[in-house]
């Protein structure tokens, strides 16, 4: 499924205290997302304007996240695993 370009989620940082929304990036489906991070509660505590990219594996166990700003050259990374239900 493709995604439109444009506002395509809330973000909130509870313990920055910051929060604001991503903009969806041409090209955008529901296993691989790109878009620009929007902060507009609090920018002073956190970096507005940064790429969020996100990839959801085929099995559909683990995400890819990566966060950059070009501009400061600041990045994150993380890789989420679906755990596992004991029951």
């Known amino acids: 499924m493709r995604l439109e370009p444009g506002r395509c989620a809330t973000i ?6 910051c929060g604001g929304h991503w903009e969806c990036l041409p090209g955008s489906t529901s296993a691989s997302l790109r878009a620009t ?3 507009t509660k ?3 505590r956190c970096i507005d304007g940064g790429t969020v990219e996100m ?7 683990t ?6 700003d070009d501009r400061s050259e600041l ?6 695993q679906r755990a596992v239900d004991a029951h």
């Open 12 to 17: 909130s940082y509870p313990s920055l205290d």
């Open 37 to 39: 991070e929007h902060i």
């Open 42 to 44: 609090a920018p002073d």
């Open 55 to 61: 990839e959801l594996s085929k099995d559909g166990d």
């Open 63 to 68: 995400l890819l996240w990566r966060w950059r």
């Open 75 to 80: 990045t994150a990374e993380a890789r989420l």
